[in-house]
């Protein structure tokens, strides 16, 4: 943990090795999840990245050991990874949903949901080209963090990752700016 802090050449020696030691979590979640082996790989960098994380800004007090700490995040973001998995499927059937004639009673619904895609939009915007790329193909898309990686020229996908998860910091930074602006 200490090199973890430091930073540098002896946090990415630290995290190697902490990658090699856990990489046997990946195909335990592909069987036990019955998860694609790239959505595991998925799950398990953003988890190694949120554990290196929180070592380093001192979030990780040390009330467990560092791999239960892990195996916490791995879990919890295997079930996210499953649940986006999921509703793209649910996203099919709203649609279908929408043409019936029932949709009509919506409309003021449909007008809010107009509006904040609207606002969703201008915010990515801010972000930059890169972020917004990333997040669309990543959180609207499902395309894994290595196939991030391959088209947008990342070194891996645990590059991506760390990647999409400051442009997630960047783009809740802007919606909490607008908010409490919104509130003053």
């Excluded at 290196?52 to 560092?66: I, N, P, Y």
């Excluded at 919506?106 to 509006?115: A, Y």
Aim: some cysteine.
């Amino acid at each position: 943990m200490e090199a973890i802090r430091a930073g540098g050449i002896p946090a990415e020696r630290a995290a190697n090795h902490l990658y090699q030691q856990w990489e046997g979590y990946i195909p335990k979640a592909v069987e036990r999840y019955q998860m694609k082996a790239d959505l595991a790989r998925e799950a398990f960098h953003l988890a190694l990245q949120k554990t290196l994380q929180a070592v380093s800004f001192g979030q990780f007090e040390g009330r467990s050991k560092l791999s239960t700490y892990f195996h916490t995040i791995f879990f919890n973001r295997c079930v996210d990874i499953l649940r986006r998995e999921s509703s793209y499927k649910e996203k099919e059937m709203e649609d279908y949903m929408l043409d019936l004639p029932d949709a009509a009673a919506n409309i003021l619904r449909e007008i809010q949901g107009r509006e904040d895609m609207h606002r969703f939009h201008q915010y990515l915007d801010q972000l930059g080209e890169k972020c917004r790329q990333l997040l669309i193909q990543t959180e609207w898309y499902g395309k894994s963090l290595k196939q991030m990686a391959q088209e947008m020229d990342y070194a891996s996908a645990s590059v991506a990752g760390t990647s999409k998860n400051r442009c997630m910091q960047r783009l809740k930074k802007l919606m909490r700016k607008d908010l409490s602006q919104a509130q003053a």
